[in-house]
């Protein structure tokens, strides 16, 4: 059923439009977020369910009522998750992706992951509103940058945001222009309850390889960090720690306390590359920041590389090899 379809389905229902939701499959498309879907799902309360006379069956370990292509449950009833649309009540995205994450099934994996984005995206402090609900305060968000570039360090940032924090526009710091970086990194500065950086140079980033030191910045960036930790939100790592973490794929962009993390990190790591910049203008690192851009490998043929050139980097130890001939 499409969105229309569903309409048509719900007005030959017979029910009051206030004593029920709609849920799951439908709700998802009716907002937009699927197509269509072959039921309709729906939840009412536990005194309205028992006045029905429905045909009733076990699913999922609770009793469900059922008539035609409607499926009605009282476990899943709550007000305070509902969008109402053409005067009828929805349970809302935030809910629908809880429920589908819950409920886990394979063939909801993309839908879940596509659901998560969008909440966060709507809503970037959703994770940390779920761990305050559960009494934690004192939240992380850990980041890194500079795992591409030919140059400098690996540097990890942890950061932990007082519970009313609000800055307009905050999201990863790749998405943002770099006066917004700068401002965000003082405001962040000004009024995070702790802030720890991980720097991890070239040298030893040659000897463990990338991955490694990354994960070496980020557990030194935590353990720099200047304030007690509950729980930690790691940007698509996971770190073995005695505190607990969740790691969030894409997380710079759905946590605003890993977006906060990540700007530390990139506007830490841009400054020691503008610094070294004055020292070697011809690399471009002002601008380059690192990066093989053609500018930077036309001055490797040219100049030569420098002490903080990742020697295990492609470009940089093919260049090594063709000068050992």
């Known amino acids: 059923m499409t969105k229309g379809e569903i309409f048509k389905e719900l007005e030959k229902l017979d029910l009051p439009k206030d004593k029920?939701?709609?849920?799951?499959?439908a709700s998802l498309v009716v907002q937009g977020?699927?197509?269509?879907?072959?039921?309709i799902d729906l939840a009412c309360s536990k005194s309205f369910f028992d006045k029905l006379d429905w045909p009733v069956r076990e699913e999922?370990?609770?009793?469900?009522?059922?008539?035609?292509i409607f499926d009605i449950d009282y476990d899943l009833y709550d007000e305070k998750k509902v969008i109402e649309i053409n005067g009828y009540r929805f349970?809302?995205?935030?809910a629908c992706y809880e429920l589908k994450k819950e409920m886990n099934k394979p063939k909801d994996k993309?839908?879940?992951?596509?659901?998560e984005l969008k909440v966060c995206l709507n809503d970037n402090y959703y994770f940390e509103r779920k761990l305050r609900d559960k009494g934690i305060n004192f939240i992380a968000g850990v980041d890194e940058v500079g795992r591409g570039p030919l140059v400098g360090p690996v540097v990890a940032a942890c950061v932990v945001l007082p519970e009313h924090f609000n800055l307009e526009g905050l999201t990863d710091s790749k998405k943002l222009s770099e006066k917004k970086r700068e401002?965000?990194?003082?405001?962040?500065?000004r009024q995070a309850l702790g802030v720890g950086v991980g720097i991890i140079s070239e040298k030893v980033i040659d000897e463990v390889n990338i991955y490694e030191a990354t994960k070496m910045a980020m557990m030194e960036a935590i353990k720099n960090c200047t304030c007690k930790i509950e729980h930690v939100l790691i940007d698509a790592m996971k770190l073995d720690l005695d505190i607990p973490t969740t790691s969030i794929i894409k997380g710079d962009l759905k946590s605003i306390t890993i977006s906060a993390a990540s700007v530390i990190a990139?506007?830490?790591?841009d400054r020691m590359l503008e610094e070294l910049d004055k020292k070697y203008p011809m690399y471009d690192f002002k601008d380059n920041k690192?990066?093989?851009?053609?500018?930077?490998?036309?001055?490797?043929?040219k100049y030569g590389i420098i002490d903080e050139h990742r020697r295990s980097y492609g470009p940089v130890s093919e260049y090594l090899e063709l000068t050992k001939q």
């Open 91 to 94: 349970m809302n995205i935030e």
């Open 266 to 269: 990139k506007v830490t790591r």
């Open 33 to 39: 977020i699927i197509d269509k879907t072959t039921d």
């Open 60 to 68: 999922y370990g609770s009793k469900i009522k059922h008539k035609d």
């Open 110 to 115: 993309k839908l879940i992951k596509d659901l």
């Open 183 to 189: 401002y965000f990194y003082d405001e962040i500065m």
């Open 290 to 301: 690192g990066y093989p851009t053609k500018k930077h490998l036309e001055a490797i043929k």
């Open 20 to 25: 029920y939701i709609v849920i799951s499959g």
